[in-house]
């Protein structure tokens, strides 16, 4: 590939390195200009521009990134199309990631310009969350390098989600006289909230003396008919051979390892009796924060075995207490905030398929439907909410009349969806991560659905298009992070984010919110249908 400016005239089939504009059109970084291109930068009055010219045997960005990531070999994992040189990689399930890391290191070392980047060995994952990415840096790169690339792949498994099968498991809690009930009573809950994320249950309980002997009859008893046994000791492990490894031994199983090299979590123990794995519990696994415990039972869930060796490979980056990704770490004020997300809530449409009513005022349960809608998105996670109006605009004022609303007016909402947008956009904050986008007739998106949304796209860190769908089938509400925010300026007429999602590059999540996320109540039929009465 040749990189560099040349003269406009010789430029047809090359591709634009930066993003140049020509009198209104504007072509974006990455376009492979074709002659009327060519000719329109002419008459602007360009005499040269800089651009890439791709030579025989090289393979454009998006073939690239596409080939490689199709020649992975894995398992519960979705691969998304190829946009700006980049292929993401999603997990299809939740569970735990793991990666052949020598396969990345290989693949990484052939050239700078191929880069494939994962989350780390053994994290923890949700269903939909990306766990890899493949980028190619400059805009075409040498077939014989991608060819390097995809025979490594054919290697082997390059990374994998263990997906979380759910499973049944006991626990044993001992007691002493200084123990309190309610502290019991919260230690079963949390558990049930670790085993959770898993689709796992509690399905049994013992609480016994602090003895060994004691201990091994009840976990014995509960092993028979349970995946995993949970043990919490009312006294912090002491040694070796203290109630809980004695106790799993005395009940005929064998312990595979006590103490691990994470903090907190050191006094976890990890035993088996018959087929049915045995967790001693460390003291900090009665609390929700981040903790050894909880990477062992995530990969035990996940039906990866682990072993002494594992255990003992865990100190690096074994030491939790001031990392500031943990979900709950232990000094507050180093944790990130989480990315902010604001609520444009869109009213200013004119209803036109209704032949005359405005179905945003259409009653449903006796309450104007832009107000149903506007209530549900003050009742969600969502920062703040401005409204847009535009057609009838001081009646959708009066229906929404007492409600926590800025209104952001349009008058040019005639024009279309993109005026509607602009004024939303402009009106949010300047710390806004992500708008909301939410249309104003939209009567079964509730509270939930939102927050679903809102905790993707945290989750994601701000960076993604997260969407509604339905059945597969993309729909509303749509949340845009901040770097499209400024590409919305340049929408015109009746052209939504859907435009800018398709255009720009960004990887989008897509969350099943159900059929909420495609009812249409555009017109009479189908608002009477959904349970609406217009009004005049």
């Given at each position: 590939?040749?990189?560099?400016?040349?003269?406009?005239d010789q430029a047809k089939g090359a591709v634009l390195a930066h993003s140049t504009s020509a009198?209104?059109?504007?072509?974006?970084?990455?376009?492979?200009?074709?002659?009327?291109?060519?000719?329109?930068?002419?008459?602007?009055?360009?005499?040269?521009?800089?651009?890439?010219?791709?030579?025989?045997?090289?393979?454009?960005?998006?073939?690239?990134?596409?080939?490689?990531?199709?020649?992975?070999?894995?398992?519960?994992?979705?691969?998304?199309?190829?946009?700006?040189?980049?292929?993401?990689?999603?997990?299809?399930?939740?569970?735990?990631?793991?990666?052949?890391?020598?396969?990345?290191?290989?693949?990484?070392?052939?050239?700078?310009s191929i880069t494939v980047a994962t989350l780390a060995q053994h994290a923890t994952v949700e269903?939909?969350?990306?766990?890899?990415?493949?980028?190619?840096?400059?805009?075409?790169?040498?077939?014989?390098?991608?060819?390097?690339?995809?025979?490594?792949?054919?290697?082997?498994?390059?990374?994998?989600v263990n997906a979380f099968a759910a499973r049944r498991v006991g626990l044993v809690q001992t007691?002493?006289?200084?123990?309190?009930?309610?502290?019991?009573?919260?230690?079963?809950?949390?558990?049930?909230?670790?085993?959770?994320?898993?689709?796992?249950?509690?399905?049994?309980?013992?609480?016994?003396?602090?003895?060994?002997?004691?201990?091994?009859?009840?976990?014995?008893?509960?092993?028979?008919?349970?995946?995993?046994?949970?043990?919490?000791?009312?006294?912090?492990?002491?040694?070796?051979?203290?109630?809980?490894?004695?106790?799993?031994?005395?009940?005929?199983?064998?312990?595979?390892?006590?103490?691990?090299?994470?903090?907190?979590?050191?006094?976890?123990?990890?035993?088996?009796?018959?087929?049915?794995?045995?967790?001693?519990?460390?003291?900090?696994?009665?609390?929700?924060?981040?903790?050894?415990?909880?990477?062992?039972?995530?990969?035990?869930?996940?039906?990866?075995?682990?072993?002494?060796?594992?255990?003992?490979?865990?100190?690096?980056?074994?030491?939790?207490?001031?990392?500031?990704?943990?979900?709950?770490?232990?000094?507050?004020?180093?944790?990130?905030?989480?990315?902010?997300?604001?609520?444009?809530?869109?009213?200013?449409?004119?209803?036109?398929?209704?032949?005359?009513?405005?179905?945003?005022?259409?009653?449903?349960?006796?309450?104007?439907?832009?107000?149903?809608?506007?209530?549900?998105?003050?009742?969600?996670?969502?920062?703040?909410?401005?409204?847009?109006?535009?057609?009838?605009?001081?009646?959708?004022?009066?229906?929404?009349?007492?409600?926590?609303?800025?209104?952001?007016?349009?008058?040019?909402?005639?024009?279309?969806?993109?005026?509607?947008?602009?004024?939303?956009?402009?009106?949010?904050?300047?710390?806004?991560?992500?708008?909301?986008?939410?249309?104003?007739?939209?009567?079964?998106?509730?509270?939930?659905?939102?927050?679903?949304?809102?905790?993707?796209?945290?989750?994601?860190?701000?960076?993604?298009?997260?969407?509604?769908?339905?059945?597969?089938?993309?729909?509303?509400?749509?949340?845009?992070?901040?770097?499209?925010?400024?590409?919305?300026?340049?929408?015109?007429?009746?052209?939504?984010?859907?435009?800018?999602?398709?255009?720009?590059?960004?990887?989008?999540?897509?969350?099943?919110?159900?059929?909420?996320?495609?009812?249409?109540?555009?017109?009479?039929?189908?608002?009477?249908?959904?349970?609406?009465?217009?009004?005049?």
């Open positions: 590939m040749r990189f560099g400016a040349i003269p406009v009198g209104d059109l504007r072509y974006r970084k990455g376009h492979v200009l074709a002659a009327e291109d060519v000719a329109i930068l002419a008459a602007s009055g360009l005499s040269e521009i800089v651009v890439a010219v791709l030579e025989p045997g090289d393979l454009g960005e998006d073939q690239a990134a596409g080939a490689i990531a199709a020649s992975m070999r894995h398992r519960h994992i979705e691969v998304k199309p190829a946009a700006t040189g980049r292929v993401n990689l999603h997990a299809r399930e939740a569970g735990v990631f793991t990666v052949d890391a020598g396969l990345i290191d290989a693949i990484n070392a052939i050239d700078p269903k939909d969350q990306m766990v890899a990415t493949v980028k190619i840096i400059p805009f075409a790169v040498s077939g014989d390098l991608v060819r390097q690339a995809t025979e490594l792949c054919a290697k082997g498994e390059i990374f994998a007691v002493l006289p200084s123990a309190k009930a309610s502290v019991l009573d919260k230690t079963a809950r949390l558990t049930e909230q670790r085993l959770a994320r898993s689709g796992s249950r509690l399905v049994a309980e013992r609480r016994t003396a602090h003895e060994a002997e004691a201990v091994a009859e009840a976990t014995r008893e509960l092993a028979r008919n349970n995946d995993l046994v949970v043990i919490f000791g009312a006294s912090a492990l002491a040694d070796f051979d203290d109630v809980i490894p004695a106790a799993i031994r005395a009940a005929g199983g064998t312990v595979i390892r006590s103490g691990m090299p994470v903090d907190p979590g050191n006094l976890l123990v990890l035993g088996h009796i018959g087929k049915t794995a045995v967790l001693g519990a460390p003291g900090c696994a009665r609390s929700p924060k981040e903790n050894g415990f909880d990477w062992v039972l995530d990969r035990l869930m996940a039906g990866i075995d682990v072993t002494a060796a594992d255990i003992a490979g865990m100190g690096v980056g074994g030491l939790l207490m001031e990392i500031a990704t943990r979900p709950q770490p232990r000094d507050l004020s180093a944790v990130p905030a989480a990315p902010k997300v604001h609520a444009v809530l869109l009213a200013a449409g004119r209803s036109s398929r209704m032949g005359g009513p405005n179905k945003l005022l259409a009653l449903f349960q006796d309450k104007p439907l832009v107000r149903r809608t506007a209530e549900r998105v003050l009742a969600s996670k969502a920062e703040s909410t401005v409204v847009v109006t535009g057609h009838q605009a001081n009646r959708i004022r009066d229906a929404l009349a007492g409600l926590d609303l800025p209104v952001a007016h349009n008058a040019d909402f005639a024009s279309g969806l993109a005026s509607s947008l602009k004024a939303g956009i402009s009106a949010l904050p300047d710390d806004a991560a992500g708008a909301l986008i939410v249309l104003g007739d939209m009567p079964e998106v509730l509270p939930a659905d939102l927050d679903r949304l809102i905790g993707a796209f945290e989750r994601e860190g701000g960076r993604a298009v997260v969407r509604a769908t339905h059945d597969g089938k993309r729909g509303n509400p749509v949340i845009l992070p901040r770097a499209l925010l400024p590409a919305v300026a340049h929408l015109e007429g009746d052209t939504g984010a859907r435009h800018l999602i398709e255009s720009e590059g960004v990887d989008v999540i897509d969350i099943e919110i159900g059929a909420g996320a495609a009812v249409d109540v555009d017109t009479p039929e189908a608002l009477e249908g959904a349970g609406g009465v217009l009004q005049d």
